[in-house]
T-cell receptor, first 115, second 111 residues
Framework: DGGITQSPKYLFRKEGQNVTLSCEQN?????MYWYRQDPGQGLRLIYYSQIVNDFQKGDIAEGYSVSREKKESFPLTVTSAQKNPTAFYLC??????????????FGPGTRLTVT | KQEVTQIPAALSVPEGENLVLNCSFT??????LQWFRQDPGKGLTSLLL?????REQTSGRLNASLDKSSGRSTLYIAASQPGDSATYLCAVRSNDYKLSFGAGTTVTVRA
């Protein structure tokens, strides 16, 4: 999990409630990402941020919001507008690793269940 | 838009057999390609990274090849063990720095 923490591991919410997923990194990477994973599908990009105070929509941004006030933190809010929020959410960074190559690193994920 | 496909979706082999996992992509203008392992309910762990200028990378029992012109990468796992049971995902980073994922191949190694 290499320096990326996501909390909580499991999250349960009632339909109609907003919920915020935490992502913190100590890798000193500029770029951070949020992905959603559903059974039988590849990861889909929700939002990404290349630098503090800037972020871009990914392929499935509707019903989600983010902020990037600090380099270390990139929280994701799942709003009541997201029609199918139950999924596994993965936070990631992009940066230079031990072998000097640039690659993506992932956190352990948060499983969100909305009933 | 980059499309990444992994076939088969699932694979079951007896212990000791070599594993061959396939990944294909539609746009050959890539920055690099990464293979990840995912255990149930966990995040992704990077296994191998191949830069666009490279043909293959090796780490222990793992070897990954890249053929950009045909849009293919193959992950070979030698002498499989039950601990290799997991889902393996291929991810392609395009030159716009977006990462596109395949749906993964779920591997079961039978003892």
């Amino acid at each position: 999990d290499g320096g990326i923490t996501q909390s909580p591991k499991y999250l349960f919410r009632k339909e109609g409630q907003n919920v915020t997923l935490s992502c913190e990194q100590n890798l000193n990477h500029d770029a951070m990402y949020w992905y959603r994973q559903d059974p039988g599908q590849g990861l889909r990009l929700i939002y990404y941020s290349q630098i503090v105070n800037d972020f871009q929509k990914g392929d499935i941004a509707e019903g989600y919001s983010v902020s990037r006030e600090k380099k270390e933190s990139f929280p994701l809010t799942v709003t009541s507008a997201q029609k199918n929020p139950t999924a596994f959410y993965l936070c990631a960074t992009w940066g230079q690793g031990a072998l000097a190559s640039y690659e993506q690193y992932f956190g352990p994920g948060t499983r969100l269940t909305v009933t | 838009k980059q499309e990444v496909t992994q076939i088969p979706a699932a694979l079951s082999v007896p212990e000791g057999e070599n594993l061959v996992l396939n990944c294909s992509f539609t746009d050959s203008a890539i920055y690099n390609l990464q293979w990840f392992r995912q255990d149930p309910g966990k995040g992704l762990t990077s296994l191998l990274l191949i830069q666009s200028s490279q043909r293959e990378q090796t780490s222990g029992r793992l070897n990954a090849s890249l053929d950009k012109s045909s849009g293919r990468s193959t992950l070979y796992i030698a002498a499989s063990q039950p601990g290799d049971s997991a889902t393996y995902l291929c991810a392609v980073r395009s030159n716009d720095y977006k990462l596109s994922f395949g749906a993964g191949t779920t591997v079961t190694v039978r003892a």
